[in-house]
């Protein structure tokens, strides 16, 4: 069995270093302006240094291009697809065909990774997509393990999936609660993924509060409860899933450091020595659940189908 790579999401270019060094091998960066729901906001400068940081580490660095794009920021793509080539990022994340377009004319050699979040839900999609030039696609967080598996069995290009954190419910290019709060004769400073100002929708009905936060791609609402399968990894790296994904949105970067070192280890023994990770997966699953938000349960997602939205 090979190693799955372990991809986290950094907050600051300042979490690059700690996160390398408790095992992440890639990380996953950009700028709200063309990448959605990240974990922080990384100006050029940033996504440069940050690169420069990673690669130092030996680790990679994709940089999400991953929003929905309307006419005006088109024009855009083609240059900060020639800055990430001249930065050295390793991949673009893509979900419109336009960032497609637009690398094959400002860089045509750079890796490609196609992510929509919620249509990468059967293998001959994701090859459509590698036949067009991506390299790896980023599966939609509602497959079961059983689907996850036939996919990587049948796919021509790497298979990503997320095994931590929160998933999207929702997404709206309108600012929602900011029309809101004007409607209502309000000020509302929209904030974007600043944990003192976190906002929630609140289910009476099944005790649930889902966050809630507004930046320039619109209104997000996220799950109530976050993904952790730590204990649940052998079945995925026995079919050889290419990367696993630690999601740290709406995260502090203490408890991403903790996340990415459980799951380091978890990776390493499930490969290495699986019989001593049958043994401690509980352990580990413990340990996570130690540090976890009382506001945010754990669950499987929809790996055995537990999650009903």
């Not at 009476?204 to 936060?213: A, D, L, S």
Request: with cysteine; net charge negative.
């Amino acid at each position: 069995m090979s190693k799955p790579e372990l991809l986290v999401t950094p907050i600051h270019v300042e979490d690059i270093n700690p996160l390398a060094d408790a095992g992440a091998d890639a990380f996953v960066l950009g700028e709200q302006r063309y990448g959605l729901r990240l974990a922080g906001e990384f100006s050029r400068d940033e996504v440069k240094k940050a690169i420069e940081l990673a690669h130092e580490k030996g680790k990679k660095v994709y940089v999400a291009m991953n929003a929905i794009f309307h006419n005006e920021k088109i024009e855009e793509l083609s240059d900060y697809i020639a800055f990430l080539q001249e930065a050295n990022a390793d991949a673009v994340i893509f979900g419109d065909p336009a960032v497609l377009m637009a690398a094959r004319e400002a860089a045509p050699n750079m890796k490609l990774h196609w992510s929509t979040e919620t249509t990468g839900t059967n293998w001959y999609t994701c090859n459509y997509w590698g036949r067009k030039g991506a390299k790896r696609a980023i599966l939609a967080r509602e497959m079961n393990m059983d689907a996850i598996v036939e996919m990587k069995e049948n796919a021509e290009v790497e298979i990503e999936v997320q095994v931590h954190g929160m998933m999207t419910m929702f997404q709206s290019k309108r600012s929602l609660l900011g029309n809101y709060y004007e409607y209502q004769g309000k000020v509302m400073e929209v904030e974007n993924r600043k944990q003192e100002h976190n906002m929630f929708l609140h289910d009476k009905e099944r005790g649930n509060k889902y966050p809630i936060f507004e930046d320039e791609n619109g209104t997000h609402i996220m799950s109530p409860n976050d993904i952790c399968i730590i204990d649940e990894l052998q079945e995925m790296i026995e079919a050889n899933i290419d990367s696993f994904k630690i999601d740290g949105i709406l995260k502090n970067p203490e408890y991403i450091l903790e996340v990415t070192k459980l799951y380091r280890k978890a990776i390493d023994l499930c490969v290495e020595d699986p019989d001593q990770y049958e043994d401690v997966k509980d352990e580990l699953l413990n340990e996570i659940e130690e540090i976890q938000p009382a506001n945010r349960p754990l669950d499987t997602g929809f790996f055995f189908k537990e999650t009903v939205y």
